[in-house]
């Protein structure tokens, strides 16, 4: 998978394969084939975060798109929030908590090339303000709380995304295409861990 593969509108990219059957090495005759082996989770789509994060901002609509501007909004209020409380009480140590968004959100991205160390940190920011809140250390606990604010609206809105461009790919064979040939999927096998893609085939 690109490293920063963006989705190709069908219209401009031109996939020199018409059917799933035409891509060398894949394990899938038919587009058919390949969506029953994911219903019965024996093979899965993996997508490019920000692929999936673009495709959703032009095609997600209803409630996905609610929720994900939703959680956006949440995150820029709090901002505005420890701002206006810093000034309310003088408290200046709480304007420290835009940073902190700030760079939470930048490494909560599940493209972020430390994710999975973020994921144990968002875990233990649960505990550290529970910790920090009984030991009468108010501000401080303020301070994590806003990262695990941050770390866990980042993660669900990349969640929702995600799931709505893999969805997508399920239901179409012509964006599977040239999702797939752009870099912005991949297509793993569950059994042997195999994972099928232009980048992973031309290794």
């Known amino acids: 998978m690109k490293p920063h593969a963006?989705?190709?509108?069908r219209a401009e990219s031109q996939p020199e394969w018409k059917a799933v059957g035409d891509i060398p090495g894949f394990p899938f005759?038919?587009?058919d084939q390949m969506e029953a082996?994911?219903?019965?989770?024996?093979f899965n789509i993996g997508v490019d975060p920000l692929a999936a994060a673009e495709w959703a901002s032009r095609f997600n609509g209803g409630t996905r798109k609610a929720v994900v501007t939703a959680l956006s909004l949440l995150l820029v209020m709090a901002a505005v929030a420890s701002v206006v409380a810093a000034m309310l009480t003088n408290n200046?140590?709480?304007?420290?908590?835009?940073p902190i968004q700030a760079a939470v959100f930048y490494v909560s991205h599940p493209a972020s090339?430390?994710?999975?160390?973020?994921?144990?940190?968002?875990?233990?920011s649960v505990v550290a303000f529970v910790d920090l809140l009984f030991n009468g250390w108010v501000t401080a606990a303020t301070l994590v709380a806003y990262a695990?604010?941050?770390f866990a609206a980042v993660r669900a809105a990349a969640f929702i995304t995600n799931s709505s461009f893999r969805k997508a790919l399920l239901k179409d064979e012509?964006?599977?295409?040239a999702a797939f040939a752009g870099g912005a999927c991949t297509l793993r096998n569950n059994r042997t861990s195999r994972v099928y893609g232009v980048a992973a085939n031309s290794l």
Do not use: S
């Not at 200046?92 to 835009?98: C, V």
């Not at 090339?113 to 233990?124: E, F, H, Y």
């Not at 012509?174 to 295409?177: A, G, M, S, V």
């Open 6 to 9: 963006t989705v190709i509108d």
């Open 148 to 150: 695990g604010l941050t």
């Open 113 to 124: 090339p430390i994710r999975k160390w973020v994921t144990v940190g968002g875990a233990l």
């Open 29 to 31: 005759e038919t587009f």
């Open 174 to 177: 012509e964006l599977f295409l």
């Open 37 to 42: 082996a994911a219903a019965i989770k024996t």
């Open 92 to 98: 200046y140590w709480l304007i420290a908590a835009a």
